[in-house]
């Protein structure tokens, strides 16, 4: 079945603003938390233009990387400027590798993209052998209240909000999982550049207890270990 999200992405020119976005924000240090020194076959699906791919290589410089997507330019920009990365034209509902292939896949600001969102974590949980990590846009998400409100113009991107009960109906029961919010404050909203977004996060972000965060901040990062031995 056609996904209308994933044909968007396919065919419009939004891999080119997110070609301009800095390799390191506020929200990938979340994603390398998923990885372990042991791990030496890493899937970032889908991978856009490489930035998470190019801080997971220098934090493991001996893993294999691998790197799907679905639009081809973005696949082009990786192959150019991360030779190692064995990169890769795809979709997050038909992966091309065999179950189990990875010790570690990741899925980082993408899944509020997909309009099948239960068929694709199905397929990320399918080729993940030890660990699956997935960062989800939460219902309280400043960008889209101020939408709703009038104060910033419309998005024609393809957008999916959860709260913290949607995400915990939808994880696959293979995997054990640790939930961590986060208060990432609409960076566009509050006219803030990449690198102050940064540092605002990195010196008041973090602060404020989990149990808050997980039920009123704006991005949850979901952790999976899978419960049988790989």
Not at 10 to 36: F, M, N, Q
Not at 111 to 135: I, K, N, T, W
Not at 186 to 193: I, N, V
Request: with cysteine; glycine share 6%; charged share 25%.
């Amino acid at each position: 079945m056609t996904s209308q999200a994933e044909r968007y992405f396919r065919e419009s020119e939004y891999w080119r603003a997110w070609s301009d976005v800095p390799d390191l924000t506020a929200d990938i240090p979340y994603a390398l938390e998923a990885l372990h020194p042991s791990d030496r076959r890493i899937l970032d699906a889908p991978c856009g233009r490489g930035r998470l791919l190019r801080a997971v290589q220098e934090l493991l410089p001996e893993a294999e990387l691998y790197g799907l997507d679905v639009n081809e330019h973005m696949i082009a920009q990786v192959r150019r400027e991360l030779p190692r990365v064995t990169a890769r034209v795809g979709s997050v509902l038909e992966i091309p590798f065999p179950d189990r292939s990875f010790d570690a896949v990741l899925c980082h600001e993408s899944f509020m993209h997909f309009d099948r969102p239960g068929p694709a974590l199905a397929e990320l949980a399918r080729v993940a052998r030890r660990r699956l990590y997935v960062s989800v846009t939460t219902t309280r998400q400043l960008n889209a209240l101020l939408r709703r409100l009038g104060l910033l113009p419309p998005s024609g991107v393809p957008h999916w909000t959860y709260d913290y009960e949607d995400v915990l109906r939808m994880l696959p029961t293979s995997f054990g999982w640790e939930i961590r919010g986060a208060f990432l404050v609409g960076r566009k909203a509050l006219g803030l550049s990449h690198a102050g977004h940064l540092r605002w996060h990195r010196l008041v972000g973090r602060r404020f207890p989990q149990w808050l965060l997980r039920r009123c901040g704006q991005s949850l990062f979901l952790y999976g270990t899978r419960k049988e031995p790989g």
